[in-house]
């Protein structure tokens, strides 16, 4: 099996070393689509930036601190490869699929672990088996992709089977050490050097990369929102996080509240919420985030009192800022009756 271990404990691999099930496969002349590397396609089936979003990438600081191949801080600490992330529990429970991002050989499968977050209580011991369940394919030349996090029974490729890029391999899962629903793919050039298909070249800070190893460009957000919504009362963090619908009528003898969740802020990032009712702006809040967050949910607005709230429509408009930058804006609108 050709699980490997990741450097982050946090970060998604299958096993303590790279074991090859089955011999490298020579990849046919059409499918070595670039002299220097291979091309990848998308390797989830989601619209980025709508349904799913690319949440951490390659950390390429060598030190204790983090950085993007943009110098940027779209990663955390040791990360060695790409998170593309679900809004919420629903989607996964949906189902969302995995996709070969090249063409190749599976040499690697597990399927063994539930789709449990490893904060809770009864999460299972899965020692260094960081990824959880997950697929590694062997594409020649050296490289291999490999997929973690997957849900469990989902993995619908065997060892040694021959797949075309796009093939689906599975759904995206919650196994692993990991607490949120995401795929982590990892890029691997001679089965242990891991490279980031961003810049295989290296970091490049302020400049674009020179080469990246993806086919088409992939949508990036430094941060932004998953979902947004109304509610007439106070939400639960885990309503959130699973799958919380915006109600569409309020009630104007009721609280009235707005929530988001999100991902990627840092410390010193503010979100700002202004509510404007039929009668001008209604409430308006800003919640200065103290640290790093991968996922994150909020929620701010008005509790009821004996005067009742003016009917109409109310809109809430959310703003994500660093350092006076916006990274996401949404609005929604909500009928009080």
């Known amino acids: 099996m050709i699980l490997k271990r990741i450097r982050h404990a946090a970060a998604p691999f ?54 993007d191949f943009s110098c940027g801080t779209l990663t955390r600490n040791d990360h060695e490869g790409s998170d593309f992330a679900l809004p919420n529990l629903q989607a996964m429970r949906d189902g969302v699929n995995v996709l070969s991002a090249a063409p190749g ?20 011991d899965i020692g260094t088996q960081f990824c959880g369940n997950g697929v590694a394919i062997s594409h020649g030349d050296g490289w291999i992709t490999q997929y973690c996090h997957m849900k469990l029974d989902s993995i619908r490729v065997q060892e040694g089977q021959r797949v075309a890029k796009g093939t689906p391999l599975g759904e995206v899962g919650l196994s692993g050490m990991t607490t949120f629903p995401h795929l982590h793919l990892t890029v691997l050039r001679d089965g242990h050097t891991d490279v980031d298909p961003f810049a295989p070249d290296g970091p490049t800070c302020n400049a674009a990369p020179t080469r990246t190893l993806w086919q088409d460009p992939l949508l ?34 009721a609280p009235i509240v707005a929530w988001v969740s999100g991902f990627g802020v840092q410390a010193g990032d503010v979100l ?49 800022t660093r350092t006076g930058r916006v990274l996401d804006t949404q609005t929604i609108t909500a009928i009080a009756e």
Request: a negative charge; aromatic letters at 10%; hydrophobic letters at 35%.
């Open 272 to 320: 700002t919420t202004e509510i404007n009712g039929p009668g001008g702006i209604f409430h308006r809040s800003e919640q200065v985030f103290e640290k790093r967050l991968e996922t994150w949910q909020r929620f701010t607005g008005r509790n009821f009192t004996t005067f009742t709230w003016e009917p109409g429509p109310y809109v809430a408009t959310f703003t994500l």
């Open 14 to 67: 299958l096993g303590a070393a790279v074991l090859l099930a089955v011999p490298f496969a020579p990849i046919h002349a059409q499918e070595q689509e670039t002299g220097k590397g291979i091309l990848l396609s998308q390797p989830i089936d989601c619209t980025l930036g709508e349904d799913c979003y690319l949440q951490a990438l390659f950390d390429h600081d060598p030190t204790s601190e983090s950085g």
């Open 105 to 124: 050989t599976v040499v690697g499968i597990r399927n063994v672990y539930p789709d449990i977050p490893a904060n809770a209580e009864n999460a299972p």
């Open 220 to 253: 990036l957000k430094e941060g932004g929102f998953y979902v947004t919504g109304f509610a007439k009362e106070v939400p639960s963090f885990d309503a959130m996080k699973d799958d919380l619908q915006s109600d569409a009528d309020l009630s104007i003898q």
